[in-house]
């Protein structure tokens, strides 16, 4: 009967101690760092700019504001979440670690700001209107007077090395009644040189007359590695050694959507769009003018060294000596 009783007195003990034992707490809601940056010409505002901690589900505002003579661009970076990457005020949600950076292009209006660029060639800049014989600074910089008679001096040189790696978008503004004379240069054209990480997009280069060496095209002289997307060239263009309408010489850089129309001039490696493509890639583009040379003569392109063309095509005249 003792023995009973004890055991009873015992499961009651473990009973009432069981009654107390603390609720279990649930899992903490992890918490996370935004990190905030801007490039130049512009800052973030809201929520600021630096380290930030948010819970997981928190939905973060952002506002971008730019600079004097800048504008926004897109956010990049850990940007999944974000509701609108091409728009200054947006929204985030947190759910899990992410950097983020807004960027900022300097607007180009004149002559003179497009001449700025080789100023600092890993800049960001968007064309903002139309450039031809009437904008400012024409007659100083582009005209047929200028720089003692050679015209537009091209952005980004390879003596000393200074290529362009920065970008610049033209919204598919026209830049028009360009005049290079410059038989004893290479690199030449609008810009001479464009190295790793450099992006030109959406511009359109128009009436064009354009005289160099080797490296010679309507938009670019050389691309090295560089991006060339959604440009049109309408030029005449002359030169030596890898002559294209569009680049002069593509050496492991990607073209993409991109075509021209008019004529060129050139002794070795002339072509429509590139004159030579050394290794890279042409992708869905396309030439309708004339092309005239000796060796290395292409519709498209002049010659082709490892490079690849994909969905692209041809129109028009090509007369030629050797590997036409």
Known sequence: MKRISIFLIAVALVAGMAGCLPTPFPDPIPLYDLTIASTE???????GEGAFKYYEGT???LTAEPDEGYRFVDWTGHVGTIANVNAPSTT???NGNRSITACFAKEIWDWYDLDAIRDNLSGSYVLMSNLDSASVGYEELVGPMANGARGWEPIGTSEPFSPLVGSLDGQGYEIRDLFIDRPDEDSVGLFGI?????????????????TGRIGVGGLLGNNWGGTVMNCYSSSSVAG???????IGMNDDGAVINSGF????IGDLYAGGLVGGLWGGFVRDSYSAGNVTGQDGVGGLVGENHEGVIDGSCATGNVTGSWSV
Do not use: H
């Open 41 to 47: 010409g512009g800052e973030v505002t809201i929520p």
């Open 59 to 61: 939905v973060v505002n």
């Open 92 to 94: 985030i949600i947190m």
């Open 194 to 210: 464009v190295d790793e990480g450099g992006v030109i997009k959406n511009v359109e280069v128009v009436s064009l007359n354009v």
């Open 240 to 246: 030596d050694e890898f002559v294209g309408g569009l």
């Open 261 to 264: 129309t008019g004529s060129v």
